[in-house]
Each structure stands twice: as C-alpha cells, then as structure tokens.
T-cell receptor
Framework: GQQVMQIPQYQHVQEGEDFTTYCNSSTTLSNIQWYKQRPGGHPVFLIQLVKSGEVKKQKRLTFQFGEAKKNSSLHITATQTTDVGTYFCAEYNYGQNFVFGPGTRLSVLP | GAVVSQHPSWVICKSGTSVKIECRSL??????MFWYRQFPKQSLMLMAT?????????EQGVEKDKFLINHASLTLSTLTVTSAHPEDSSFYIC?????????????FGPGTRLTVT
C-alpha cells in the first residue's frame, strides 16, 4: 500500500537554529498534511498542501509541496523550546483514510 | 475550534476483560471517525475508519472481532477492545472529520492509554 517516509527520524538542535524535516513518497500524493504532536499529547493539524509547488507559511514555519507532488518539507526558522515534539506528515486518500509518515522527533536544547 | 473528546483518558484492566473507549465530537458533526493506535515513540497506525450508520472499515491485520467499532451517531464512536491481552496495551487515539468542512482536516482526541495486566 501507499507509504510515506520521513527523514530524519530524530533531530537535535540548539535553540535558535533552523530545522527541516522531509517527507517522501514513491507515488504521487493527492495532498500532504502536517501534524505536530507534543510529548505526551495528541497530534494537532498544522496545514494542508494540495497544489504542485505550493508554499505556505505560518510564522516561523514554512511548508513546501514538491513540483512532482512526491515530497514535502517543513522548515522551522530559529527554533524555540516550544517547537519540541514529533512532526508527522500524512496523506489523505480521498474518501478513504489517512496514511501517516513515521514522524521526525525534534528536540531543542536551550 | 473543533474539539474531540475521549473517555477514559487512561484505563488499566486485567487480561481477558473488555474495555470500551468513547470518542465524541463536541461542537461539530462527524460523519467519519478514525481509530489509531500508537506505540511509544512510533507513528500513528490507522486501525479502522468508522462511518456513521454503517460498518467500520478495518485496515489489514486488524481483527474486527477483537476491536469492535460502533458509530451510532454523528458525534459518537466507540471502540471496544474485547478479551484484552497485554500486547493490546497501547495509546488509542480517535479523530473526526468535520462534516461541514472541506473534509481534509481531522481533529484528534486526547487519546486513551490502555494497560492490560
């Protein structure tokens, strides 16, 4: 079935450094969604990208959808301790279900 | 924003007993709810898709007779883990799609931590 991969699995950064996580698929994605899960919490929807080459920003977060719609990235500028958590990408198969990537666990050292 | 609640938030039960977990959309109607399980430090694994008024669709490898799902109304879905065993211990999370929304977003409940002794 459809698989969504993410790299890196873990990332440790110093507060103030930038962070990027990548999401890849071997097949064309209908869309890509990004979620953040704080330690001990539940996933929270961040954003959805649908169009090829789409770029969206939320404050320090920049989301990109590849031209071929096979990859996506989430970039955080000047990380803060509040950015700690696991970032998941997911594809929504229209009318069917969601397929989640394995996630990238971010830790931010103060 | 859309709120999804789960009850209980945690439960400890003995092996062989059954446990029911409720998932409610509090301020919106959800025609579709999803049930996931998540092991420590791992991603969410979709177990089943629950549509109001119809039978749930289970993912491959998920025993439908063991994980009973009922979606009786537009705001409530339940997951019953029957004859629970220690290997069923996990974090169970539900999510719901807003019927009135684009359908792309799903809102997650806070999760239920099940421990089977």
């Amino acid at each position: 079935g459809q698989q969504v991969m993410q790299i890196p699995q873990y990332q440790h950064v110093q507060e103030g450094e930038d962070f990027t996580t990548y999401c890849n698929s071997s097949t064309t994605l209908s869309n890509i969604q990004w979620y953040k899960q704080r330690p001990g919490g539940h996933p929270v929807f961040l954003i959805q990208l649908v169009k090829s080459g789409e770029v969206k920003k939320q404050k320090r977060l920049t989301f990109q959808f590849g031209e071929a719609k096979k990859n996506s990235s989430l970039h955080i500028t000047a990380t803060q301790t509040t950015d700690v958590g696991t970032y998941f990408c997911a594809e929504y198969n229209y009318g069917q279900n969601f397929v989640f990537g394995p996630g990238t666990r971010l830790s931010v050292l103060p | 924003g859309a709120v999804v609640s789960q009850h209980p938030s945690w439960v400890i039960c003995k092996s062989g007993t059954s446990v029911k977990i409720e998932c409610r959309s509090l301020d919106f109607q959800a025609t579709t709810m999803f049930w996931y399980r998540q092991f420590p430090k791992q991603s969410l694994m979709l177990m089943a898709t629950s549509n109001e008024g119809s039978k749930a669709t289970y993912e491959q490898g998920v025993e439908k007779d063991k994980f009973l799902i009922n979606h009786a109304s537009l705001t409530l879905s339940t997951l019953t883990v029957t004859s629970a065993h220690p290997e069923d211990s996990s974090f169970y999370i539900c999510s719901a799609r807003d019927r009135s929304g684009s359908g792309y977003e799903q809102y997650f409940g806070p999760g239920t931590r099940l421990t089977v002794t």
